[in-house]
């Protein structure tokens, strides 16, 4: 009797490790393919990116000791951490090399981190240098730059030719902005996004200020 309890015990022990070893072999590939997915994500809006709006303005009033290429970006109730923040670096940066890095970080983490809230959106870090963007929004951006929609052919059916024209009229005629205007900043950037968010194929971008400047990159033509 006891032989064959014993029997069956070691049946069900090598079951259980057979189980066991199932499970792992299945979660083998599920990881790769999670680390895969992880790996080659593009990223559709950029302002959490070295490489972004958001850090090229906040580099822009570092270097000119300017506020206010970085304060279109947040909204008037979140002025006074951007101001605050950016006095304390201008303090400090140039008391050494390190002094520099680590505060310039903190001045970049602050100003997107304010921002992707203002958005709804967790703030995860500033995403490194080089971070792949979805080609839609380089070639909004690119038409920014040089004028006309030609970077947008092919990727924007003729069906919606006329509002998209519309409203990328609207962005140029508010790109030569005065910095130091920040409300006329804001003004530029809510309709740069309007024309983003149909190039991209939304209909409406009917959001809050800084929902609405969407991490895309904005082309400034600040003065």
């Known amino acids: 009797m006891k032989t064959i309890e014993k029997k069956v015990e070691i049946v069900n022990f090598n079951s259980i490790q057979k189980s066991k070893r199932n499970v792992s072999v299945g979660l083998v590939p599920l990881f790769i393919i999670s680390m895969f997915i992880l790996s080659t994500n593009v990223t559709f809006a950029h302002c959490d990116t070295m490489d972004g709006p ?23 109730a979140n002025e006074s951490e951007i101001r605050n923040a950016f006095n304390l670096v201008m303090k400090v940066k140039d008391l050494s090399p390190e002094a520099r890095e680590l505060s310039e970080k903190y001045f970049f983490d602050t100003l997107v981190r304010i921002h992707r809230v203002g958005e709804g959106v967790s703030f995860t870090g500033v995403k490194p240098s080089g971070t792949p963007i979805d080609e839609k929004i380089l070639a909004a951006d690119k038409s920014i730059e040089v004028g006309n929609l030609s970077p947008l052919t092919g990727k924007v059916s003729k069906s919606d030719m006329p509002e998209l024209t519309k409203r990328f009229n609207k962005v140029l005629s508010l790109k030569n ?7 006329a900043g804001r003004e530029y950037i809510e309709a740069y996004v309007q024309f983003f968010k149909f190039a991209e194929g939304e209909e409406e971008g009917t959001m809050d200020v800084e929902h609405r400047n969407g991490g895309h990159q904005a082309e400034a033509g600040h003065n």
């Open 54 to 76: 958001l850090i090229a303005d906040a580099r822009k009033a570092l270097g000119q000791n300017n506020v206010n290429y970085a304060l279109k970006w947040v909204s008037t």
């Open 177 to 183: 902005f005065d910095v130091n205007d920040v409300e």
